[in-house]
């Protein structure tokens, strides 16, 4: 670890291989944790690069749990944000997921609860009926019937117990780690597609380059800059969207606009959420078509960049006509309720 750490110190970039090995320190129970987080710290002073985090990402990979989804690896996505932004905004992803599922499209959702924000991805499939501990038989049942499973961080990366506490001293003295973007790389199923929201317009190509160096098919990378500085770990009508592909779709690296894809651009107040009372509301609200026209236009916007990715649908504005048709046509509102029933009978 102090050889890696040196390194780094150096100004050198790890090698793919040199991060890996540094991910097995940091889940090593023999290794200091001042050492671990020396490491860190100097990692993330230098600036992680994507094979670096490709390195950690990938030993983390192949040190969770097997949840035993391989059949639906290769059509299945992922789709969720870093966190990090500070925006407190609606779960934009959690409900694409729903959305997606209804059109046919596998989801391999992998999360947490909220760190960072008043509701987070697990807080909400929760309160929809969702075990956030179901066995492995479950998520495959899930998956069978529902179209979609949901695995609960914790319970899949049993590698994390050694680094949790320099995570969280580092995290006390506002030390932002590697670790802060970790978490939508290492889905222990593996799909093959994902769309990732990140908290910075300066991580999109990095993290677009580490899931590629991951060896995922397609996908893209995502970040809106909000017109006050601010930015948002999605992709949104309420900004500019930097957005960078990987895979199949590496050539994409543009930035895309709300008038782009013929949707009205909104201000951001359209897309905040509260607490998880308020957030079931706002879903309720959505399905109705009584919620925010700038929040529905996202929902939809991500739903079509997801059916893009995965070749469901050849445009974003093909993809948007698909996603309001699930939105607004009772397919979403029929999966919500197909999902409290399958884990109220289990």
Not at 12 to 37: F, I, M, P, W, Y
Not at 90 to 116: D, E, M, Q, R, Y
Not at 258 to 268: G, N, Q, T
Request: charged share 20%.
């Amino acid at each position: 670890m102090n050889e890696l750490t040196s390194l780094v110190e150096q100004g050198s970039n790890l090698t793919l291989e040199q991060a890996s090995a540094a991910a097995d320190q940091l889940a090593s129970a023999e290794v200091d944790r001042g050492e671990k987080a020396k490491f860190l710290t100097a990692l993330a002073a230098k600036g992680e690069v994507a094979d670096e985090v490709a390195g950690i990402a990938k030993r983390f990979r192949e040190l969770a749990r097997d949840p035993g989804l391989q059949r639906w690896q290769d059509t299945a996505i992922d789709v969720c944000g870093t966190g990090g932004d500070k925006i407190g905004s609606f779960n934009i992803s959690t409900t694409v997921v729903f959305g997606l599922a209804a059109a046919g499209v596998p989801v391999l959702k992998h999360g947490n609860k909220s760190i960072t924000s008043k509701c987070g991805s697990a807080n909400l499939l929760e309160a929809l009926g969702v075990n956030l501990m179901a066995d492995d038989a479950t998520l495959a049942k899930s998956m069978e019937q529902l179209g979609f499973c949901f695995m609960f961080a914790p319970a899949f990366h049993p590698a994390f117990k050694e680094i949790m506490p320099v995570r969280q001293e580092l995290a006390a003295q506002g030390q932002r780690t590697v670790f802060n973007i970790l978490g939508p790389l290492i889905n222990p199923a593996k799909p093959a597609h994902q769309l990732l929201g990140v908290y910075s317009p300066t991580v999109v190509d990095m993290l677009a380059g580490t899931l590629g160096a991951l060896g995922l098919r397609s996908g893209l990378v995502a970040h809106t800059v909000l017109a006050d500085g601010r930015g948002m770990d999605e992709l949104s009508v309420v900004g500019e969207n930097r957005v960078r592909g990987f895979g199949t779709l590496a050539a994409v690296g543009e930035t895309w606009t709300a008038e782009r894809f013929s949707l009205k651009p909104a201000d951001v107040s359209d897309l905040l959420g509260g607490e998880l009372e308020d957030n079931l509301r706002i879903l309720d609200e959505l399905l109705d078509g009584k919620s925010p026209q700038g929040l529905e236009d996202t929902i939809c916007f991500n739903i079509a960049a997801a059916l893009m990715i995965v070749g469901k649908c050849a445009s974003i504005e093909e993809g948007i006509e698909i996603a309001r048709d699930v939105l607004l046509g009772g397919a979403l509102k029929a999966k919500l309720a197909d999902t409290k029933d399958f884990y109220a009978s289990l």
